[in-house]
């Protein structure tokens, strides 16, 4: 699969739908609180793309792993769900673990970002987690310079993850972003060996995106649910997603808001 190298400005275009990914992520971070439903939540995320005209990239999404089209704008994956969680009608309690993943595009440029969120304090365990899984992937994006390889990166992320003893969650990886949510050439897994896999050039874009839990790190899909895919053993994950681009100047975040 060859990878599509973009220019500075289609990386530009995708800043502009990351902007509104961060926008609608931040906005949704603050109204996250105990009573407010993940519907209200996906309501939040559909409204900001608009006022940033940017449409919801999943709403109607049909990637290769599902035989029908995705509903929403948003993955809302709360506390031992790790990824692909549905927006449902469903409360948020005190100590719950959410993890809200966005993407979105203008002109068919496409950006993609998750944070996870404590409601309240939250058991010591999970700030952990939710802690470490930012730094594993801001630890990543770092690497993410010409010249180094995607195993370099995997490696970085791996390391500091087993040095605290959480579970990576290896069926599951970053990403091409681009024209396409999902652009092939480009697996950006959260393991990996120095110097090995695909060599870093500027104008490469894509998520990288820890998936990490308390446990093991296996995952399951949900019975009868050809989205939701949660822990084995039902300890909390937490997942946190940035787009990049490579740059001569290193790597260029996507999806932040505008300093
Ligand atoms: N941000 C998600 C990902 O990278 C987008 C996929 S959502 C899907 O996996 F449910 F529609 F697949
Ligand atoms: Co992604």
Not at 50 to 60: D, T
Not at 75 to 94: F, M, Q, T, W, Y
Not at 201 to 209: H, I, L, S, Y
């Amino acid at each position: 699969m060859s990878i599509r190298l973009k220019t500075a400005g289609e990386i530009d275009a995708m800043a502009a739908a990351g902007v509104a990914v961060a926008s609608a992520l931040d906005r949704m971070k603050a109204a996250a609180k105990v009573g407010v439903t993940l519907l209200e939540l996906e309501d939040i995320a559909r409204e900001e793309l608009k006022r940033h005209h940017a449409s919801p990239s999943l709403l109607g999404y049909q990637p290769s792993f599902s035989s029908v089209p995705y509903q929403f704008a948003t993955c809302l994956s709360l506390n031992d769900e790790v990824i692909h969680g549905l927006p449902r009608p469903k409360a948020l309690k005190e100590g719950d673990l959410l993890g809200m993943d966005l993407v979105g595009n203008i002109d068919g440029w496409h950006a993609d970002s998750t944070v996870s969120v404590l409601i309240g304090e939250g058991k010591p365990n999970a700030r952990k987690l939710l802690m470490a899984t930012r730094d594993a992937m801001w630890i990543g994006i770092r690497k993410c310079v010409p010249g180094a390889t995607l195993g370099d990166v995997g490696h970085a992320i791996q390391t500091f993850l087993e040095k605290n003893r959480l579970g990576i969650v290896r069926d599951l990886s970053g990403h091409g972003v681009g024209t396409a949510v999902h652009e092939g050439g480009l697996d950006v897994l959260n393991f990996g060996q120095p110097g090995r896999g695909v060599r870093l050039e500027p104008g490469m874009t894509f998520a990288v995106e820890p998936m990490v839990t308390g446990g093991s790190g296996r995952v399951r899909q949900a019975p009868g649910d050809p989205w939701t895919i949660f822990t084995a053993d039902h300890t909390l994950g937490a997942h946190f997603e940035h787009t990049i681009a490579v740059t001569e100047d290193g790597p260029r975040v996507l999806t932040a808001l505008p300093k």
